[in-house]
């Protein structure tokens, strides 16, 4: 540190007695706080072994989460077919990916082929039949679910969004109310009443003897509430557009689903690409829901771990470590959505 | 043919076609489930209708504040559940208020540390699952607290421990009410003479004291009355008797795990919604009202809020609707509200999915409602008036 930056330093925290006198009362609180948390997750830890015998009292039992590190990531899908929902996450982060690098001219191309090869080869992959072992939805779980639930839901979510954030714009009359109570209605009550609605509602209103896996309820569930809330950020996307976008379309001879798909939609969902990875972080927040019904995502397997005999008392541990994965997934994309943010101001000049 | 084609290039005609179609398709969708529905209910042995509100619901619900008990109908089931559905939104939002306001500002505050610490929470809670917040407080934090015999005291009246907060209980409730008169009158008077003030400065342009007189009515006799009402009934203060307390009133860890995992969380998104409105408000008002000679107190209250409130009442409407949807997660440890109580125990013994349902989700849609027309009504109160 040089001696400007450390005079910098001491006017930042010491510049007057008043901040003087605050900056001590913050930092006897933080190490009041900080220095037993320290101790428990890292000095007093205990690391190796293999059973709850090898952990020191005192400090986090990090044996525990090696131990159970399995079940964090795939529930109780089999261990021999693990395999399987690595490989569907490595095809949809390189699909992911190859959409983001592609160059303008292909994106389209790529966006479609993904859209129609990945979700059902995914869902092979996971489930099984055709040559692979049948896996029930019952023992899928963990980490694995919870991507599994925010992808699928999301796909549902953001074409119904921008159809419906479409419709609310339409200048026929029943076309937006439609829209609007649709929105409005899911945007109005508790996701968590929408997953039991799902779970209760959806076996009763389709014909006798068609059964629906109760994962799939789940995700229809948050899908249609999800598409509410991402119709909302595409709409702030279409109206930041000048009318004239359209009204040039339109004197051009596009017909509307021309002049939407090839000039409205490109520049609108740019606009809104921030807002809506914002929805998709809330998606992935509030896919923990799910627990509500039974199924065990990431969270619901970390409360459930809380019951094993072998391990109790290892709330703290199972806490903290879903707890981070949470926020790591969450702060990269909040971080992501502010860098598109950013970008699109930057381009908008 | 080649003149319905010809009607079918007119807009106006294709137009109507279209939602007509629309119509048609939602109507016959309607139509298909219905009819699956009542096929699927006829099969099940379940009669629709409302009746089963009226018979008697032979649920335990460990937390009421409405009349309810045991043998109480459905119907009286459900009140109760929305009663704490209520209670636990309201005391949040107030909370979260209270502590969003203080990181928001604590944020913005010039001093280094202060505001990394205040971001540093921001960040913490908006990127976790509220869910974990609800689960972690009830059974990381709660769970962990002491048994009963070696309860936390505070001030020897009131005690934490793993069965929640047990307070003391007025021996007689009635006195209260005098009290609460004595408060909606002390406002009500606050209301008139603000409103006199204003007359009277847009007629002399002198200022009233309504800053002391406003204190005084709203703060210091309320104080007042509360503490007269507390001297002057008994209090069942809770006793340690075997392995429990006895008296005074259960706060269950349900509500008080809910509440806490709500504020924090809540707190801070509103604190981000502070941080953004104050910043909203141009450098070049501060600096305005500073060169006509305004003390930095008297800026912030007649320049900076004013303008500020505007630009956060929208978002802050979303953040309390939120309060009231995300009171749901109490479903998750068994906090009765309306989702756990109606949707869950009643839909259990009756059955009567669809009904219950509906209700459940009218509850939400009207608070709802009311609370964005409330919103809605103060926005425009304090809306930019151009002349």
């Known amino acids: 540190m040089s001696a400007a930056s450390a005079s910098l330093w001491r006017q930042r925290l010491f510049g007057t007695p008043a901040t003087a006198v605050v900056t001590l009362l913050l930092a006897a609180a933080i190490a009041w706080l900080a220095i037993p948390i320290i101790r428990w997750a890292l000095i007093d830890a205990s690391w190796s072994g293999t059973t709850r015998a090898d952990c020191a009292a005192g400090g986090a039992c990090w044996v525990f989460v090696k131990a159970r590190f399995g079940q964090f990531m795939y529930g109780l899908y089999p261990q021999g077919e693990r395999w399987r929902a690595d490989l569907a996450g490595i095809l949809f982060a390189l699909a992911t990916a190859a959409i983001v690098l592609a160059p303008p001219r292909l994106r389209l191309k790529a966006v479609v082929a993904a859209l129609v090869v990945l979700p059902p080869l995914g869902i092979w992959l996971l489930a099984g039949g055709f040559g692979l072992r049948p896996v029930e939805t019952r023992e899928w779980g963990g980490l694995m679910l919870t991507l599994f639930i925010s992808v699928y839901a999301s796909l549902i979510a953001i074409p119904l969004g921008i159809l419906l954030a479409l419709g609310r714009q339409s200048q026929l009359k029943v076309v937006r109310l439609v829209s609007v109570l649709f929105i409005e209605f899911w945007r109005g009550v508790p996701i968590i009443a929408v997953i039991f609605l799902a779970s209760l509602l959806l076996p009763l209103i389709l014909p006798g003897g068609v059964g629906i896996d109760r994962l799939a309820r789940a995700v229809i569930g948050l899908g249609l509430v999800i598409a509410a809330y991402m119709a909302e950020a595409v709409r702030g996307g279409l109206q930041a557009l000048p009318p004239g976008q359209r009204e040039a379309a339109t004197a051009l001879g596009l017909t509307y689903w021309k002049a939407t798909g090839l000039i409205i939609l490109p520049q609108a969902l740019r606009i809104s690409l921030p807002a809506m990875t914002n929805e998709f972080i809330a998606l992935v927040k509030n896919t923990t829901l799910v627990l509500v019904v039974s199924i065990l995502d990431l969270l619901g397997i970390a409360q459930a771990s809380l019951a094993d005999p072998a391990w109790v008392g290892m709330n703290m541990e199972a806490y903290v470590f879903s707890g981070s994965i949470y926020w790591l997934i969450c702060f990269a994309l909040s971080r992501w959505s502010r860098h598109l943010e950013l970008l699109g101001r930057r381009q908008h000049r | ?387």
């Open chain 2, 1 to 387: 043919m080649t003149r319905a084609l010809a009607l079918l290039n007119d807009k106006r005609v294709r137009d109507v076609v279209y939602q007509a179609a629309l119509l048609l398709g939602l109507a016959a969708l309607t139509v298909f489930f219905v009819r699956n529905a009542s096929e699927n209910m006829v099969k099940a042995g379940i009669a629709s209708g409302f009746d089963f509100l009226w018979r008697n619901s032979g649920i335990d619900v460990p937390f009421v504040l409405t009349g309810y008990t045991r043998s109480s109908t459905v119907l009286d089931l459900f009140w109760a559940g929305v009663a704490n559905t209520m209670l636990v939104t309201v005391v949040a939002m107030v909370l979260a208020t209270a502590l969003g306001f203080l990181v928001g500002i604590a944020r913005l505050s010039s001093h280094w540390l202060l505001s990394t610490i205040a971001g540093a929470y921001i960040e913490f809670v908006r990127n976790i699952p509220l869910l974990f917040f609800v689960l972690f407080w009830y059974f990381g934090v709660i769970a962990a607290l002491p048994a009963p015999r070696d309860s936390v005291s505070v001030f020897g009246v009131a005690f934490l421990n793993n069965r929640g907060l047990t307070i003391p209980l007025p021996e007689a409730p009635a006195t209260f009410r005098w009290a609460v008169a004595a408060i909606l009158l002390s406002w009500i008077a606050q209301a008139l003479v603000a409103a006199w003030a204003r007359r009277r400065k847009e007629r002399t342009g002198q200022d009233a004291p309504v800053l002391a007189i406003g204190l005084g009515l709203v703060v210091v006799l309320p104080v007042l009355a509360v503490t007269w009402a507390s001297l002057a009934t008994g209090w069942d203060v809770p006793v340690l008797r075997g392995f429990n307390y006895r008296g005074g009133f259960v706060i269950i860890p349900e509500f008080v795990a809910l509440l806490a995992a709500l504020v924090t969380y809540t707190a801070g998104f509103i604190a981000e919604i502070v941080r953004g409105g104050i910043q909203a408000v141009p450098r070049g008002q501060t600096e305005a009202a500073a060169a006509l000679g305004l003390r930095p107190g008297r800026i912030l209250r007649l320049v900076t809020i004013p303008q500020a409130l505007r630009v956060m009442i929208p978002p802050m409407t979303n953040q309390y609707l939120n309060v009231l949807k995300n009171s749901s997660f109490g479903a998750a440890i068994a906090y009765p509200d309306v989702v756990s109580l109606f949707m869950g125990s009643a839909l259990n013994n009756t059955g009567q999915a669809i009904e219950i349902i509906a209700m459940t989700l009218a509850v939400y849609l009207v608070i709802g409602l009311a609370v964005s027309a409330f919103m809605n009504w103060y926005n425009a109160r304090i809306a930019l008036v151009t002349r």
